[in-house]
């Protein structure tokens, strides 16, 4: 069974940073991309980072150059650090697992954060 456990989120004021991990489990971790997409209330679900099996990493162009994406394969876990957060910014983010970047079967529960101005 896939799992993926998110955290690191929390409350942060304007321009601050925060790094989330993902502990991943029940795949090879490997052989799959993994990223993270974050929804907020009202708003459509945004894919704004992956890491593709082959070393690639992708953004969306609203977070390039403040968020990176990284992983410890060692560790199961990929990891996501957010600086320069902005408000809209705010969102519930979740780490996801497929083969290929972007179309997620699997994603974890979320973890919150919040970024105030």
């Known amino acids: 069974e896939v799992q993926l456990v998110e955290s690191g989120g929390g409350l942060v004021q304007a321009g601050g940073s925060l790094r989330l991990s993902c502990a991943a489990s029940?795949?090879?971790?490997?052989?799959?991309?993994t990223g993270w997409f974050r929804q907020a209330p009202g708003k459509e679900r945004e894919g704004i980072a992956c890491?593709?099996?082959?070393?690639?990493?992708y953004y969306a162009d609203s977070v390039k150059g403040r968020f990176t994406i990284s992983s410890d394969n060692a560790k199961n876990t990929v990891y996501l650090q957010m600086n320069s957060l902005k408000p809209e910014d705010t969102a519930t983010y979740h780490c996801?697992?497929?083969?290929?970047?972007?179309?997620?079967?699997?994603w974890g529960q979320g973890t919150q954060v919040t970024v105030s101005s």
């Open positions: 996801a697992a497929d083969w290929g970047c972007w179309e997620w079967d699997y």
């Open positions: 890491l593709s099996s082959d070393g690639g990493k």
């Open positions: 029940g795949f090879t971790f490997d052989d799959y991309a």
